[in-house]
């Protein structure tokens, strides 16, 4: 067994990595950029590395200088994680010339499965079920118009050595194929340094439903179950669960055994996924094998109880799997939410920044958060922009569902924008519960994206009642205010109006060690330690526990909970009276400024100084967390001033370009 290794990645994943190496009494070191100087996964290894500058071309996928790393400190394997150079043949090869291990497959399993055309062919001498489509590579975008006509319309047009839902495009008509072509190159090229393209058909109501496999170097393959990801936004993987709400046992081992299969085609060594696209009849098709751990494994561990971080290091060093396929069995159900910092009001553009307050739920056999970053720490621009994986267990997917809605309301972040709300909203949805999800249910389901504020309440008498117990405790406390004049004390009134979209009367009475409020003709009985100043509010209504996540800004109070956020006054009586009257403000017209949404690069800019455009014509792209975005025309108008070229950096809010 190996005495120490090397992180070869950062965030969530390089700090899940050193807890199972510490488990083992293995020494681990941490590799970081200038960016992650103070990360999380470089205070918790017991050595660190400083490989280069932030962007991670000049670290991350910096395999000199990882190698070096290894030389210098004596680490005698690299585990790789996800992403950046984890399914780098060349680097495993390069590994290998130094007689460092790698904590993986092998170079042919890289190769062949990491080029999507390759992996298709193979799949299909392999038996594996695979989809109709164009398996060479694209030239251009009339080439990719002529084929998509030829196996019609949707497709899907994706990059060969695309992964994560960079370089994919689904395209409808001709023109979506053309833009859908030109877009997707590009992120390959950005993303892979591969800008090479194929295309496929685009299985309608689809889902996706992916296979652990875990094989060793003396011929053992077996697989750990599905893992449903159905629930995407731009093919991006939102909330994952095992085993899949779908597949009946027949279907799982079916699944099961084509992906086996696949992995002794390669002769596969190590943790591995093969991934699948389930239609509604239950009918399966490969998509592609990642030749890596998933970020979603945690749910199969949870329900297996493998801890495959763990396996992968022993298969490294040459041991054999110590359980066989009759020994993976399936313990309760698992949900995963990915946690990320994203603004989802503002379409889910990313959001940088420092964590200022931070404080995830708390573990337990139940509850699992996978984290790799701290309060005080900052989410920096170059990176993906995981915060955490939040993760819940149950006995059935009932439990497990309850378990997550709770968690994902105690979960509490400011400094930066995240997709809580967002989570809370999906786990929360009638479709989500039924379990009758698709990779197109987000989309079908938040047409207009997501705002919490749009989002009804479940109990809307909750929020009522946790608010008036916090108003009443502001106001007896100010009540007793030293300094004044005998028999003029400051009286608190029981009567108060909550505003919001509709005015609320409210009775609020101190009673013994809680509030009773009184609203709609009930009694709401309100304990909780909450204390001023706190974002959660945590306690019981009428026995019930709640938690409500607050934030107070003079007389407006912002709570928040299930995925729905609403903004209220709470105002005495006669005041209450008089906001009726006050006159509603328009906001200012800004449809005039092209402001950039995040921190990022500009890679092009695509109109001039002059030109006249129309209400959705693409203005510039901005690239920023390695996707790119265009920037459209809100309104028709004529291009004023460019204040950036191609190539500058802005900031979130700048003002690109204006339009008259």
Not at 29 to 35: E, G, L, P, T
Not at 71 to 99: I, K, M, Q
């Amino acid at each position: 067994m190996f005495d120490k290794i090397l992180i070869a990645n950062r965030g969530e994943i390089a700090c899940r990595v050193i807890k199972s190496a510490r488990k083992m009494g293995i020494a681990t070191v941490a590799v970081y950029s200038d960016a992650d100087r103070d990360a999380l996964h470089v205070h918790m290894a017991d050595e660190s590395v400083h490989i280069g500058a932030a962007p991670s071309a000049e670290s991350y996928l910096a395999a000199d200088r990882i190698i070096q790393a290894c030389l210098d400190t004596g680490a005698r394997a690299v585990h790789p994680g996800y992403g950046f150079l984890s399914e780098n043949a060349a680097f495993r090869n390069a590994l290998d010339t130094h007689d460092i291990a790698f904590i993986g497959p092998g170079a042919k399993a890289i190769e062949a499965m990491g080029d999507k055309i390759t992996s298709k062919k193979l799949a299909d001498k392999a038996k594996v079920n695979t989809i109709p489509g164009y398996t060479d590579v694209v030239g251009d975008a009339d080439h990719a118009v002529e084929i998509a006509q030829r196996i019609g319309y949707p497709v899907m047009l994706k990059a060969s050595a695309g992964g994560g839902g960079k370089g994919m495009r689904v395209a409808s008509n001709d023109e979506e194929c053309r833009d859908g072509f030109e877009r997707a190159t590009n992120e390959a090229k950005s993303s892979f340094g591969d800008d090479r393209v194929f295309i496929e058909k685009f299985i309608v109501e689809p889902r996706h439903i992916e296979i652990q496999v875990l094989a060793d170097s003396h011929g053992n393959v077996i697989y750990l179950n599905e893992r449903e990801c159905s629930l995407q936004r731009r093919h991006q993987k939102v909330i994952e669960e095992a085993p899949s709400p779908f597949l009946d046992e027949k279907t799982r081992k079916a699944m099961g055994e084509q992906a086996v299969a696949l992995a002794k085609a390669v002769d596969y060594e190590s943790a591995g996924t093969v991934e699948f696209i389930v239609d509604r009849d239950r009918n399966f098709y490969f998509l592609e094998m990642n030749t890596r751990l998933q970020v979603e494994h945690p749910v199969t561990e949870m329900t297996t109880g493998v801890d495959l971080v763990e396996l992968m290091i022993r298969v490294a060093a040459g041991e054999k799997l110590q359980i066989a396929q009759k020994d993976v069995g399936i313990n309760g159900w698992s949900i995963e939410s990915r946690v990320y910092a994203e603004d989802p009001s503002r379409n889910f553009l990313p959001s940088t920044g420092r964590l200022v307050y931070y404080r995830p739920p708390a573990e337990d056999d139940h509850v699992r958060v996978d984290t790799g970053v701290y309060e005080g720490g900052e989410v920096s621009m170059f990176y993906d922009p995981m915060v955490a994986k939040l993760v819940t267990w149950g006995e059935d997917r009932e439990q497990a569902i309850a378990t997550m809605r709770d968690a994902l309301d105690r979960f509490v972040v400011r400094g930066i924008r995240t997709n809580l709300s967002f989570l809370s909203a999906l786990v929360a949805h009638e479709t989500y519960r039924t379990g009758n999800i698709s990779t197109n249910t987000i989309a079908e389901e938040y047409p207009e994206g997501f705002n919490p504020a749009y989002v009804p309440s479940e109990d809307p008498a909750t929020f009522i009642a946790v608010v008036g117990s916090i108003v009443r405790r502001y106001r007896d406390r100010a009540a007793l205010i030293e300094g004044q004049l005998p028999g003029h004390n400051r009286k608190v009134p029981d009567d108060w109006v909550v505003v919001g979209t509709e005015h609320h009367p409210i009775t609020v009475l101190p009673g013994n060690d809680c509030h009773e409020v009184h609203y709609d003709g009930k009694t709401y009985t309100v304990r909780s330690d909450w204390e001023f100043g706190q974002h959660l509010f945590s306690g019981t209504i009428n026995g019930e526990e709640v938690h409500v996540q607050v934030e107070r800004d003079g007389q407006v109070y912002t709570l928040s909970r299930g995925g729905s956020q609403i903004d209220v006054l709470v105002l005495n009586r006669r005041a209450a009276e008089l906001y009726k009257l006050m006159p509603v403000k328009e906001p200012p017209d800004t449809s005039g400024h092209v402001v950039a949404p995040m921190p990022g690069l500009i890679v092009s800019i695509s109109v001039s100084e002059g030109d006249e455009v129309k209400a959705g014509d693409e203005l510039a792209v901005l690239e920023a967390m390695k996707m790119e975005n265009a920037l459209r025309a809100e309104r028709n108008g004529v291009v004023g001033k460019v204040n950036f070229a191609a190539g500058d950096s802005v900031e979130v809010d700048e003002i690109v370009m204006e339009l008259e």
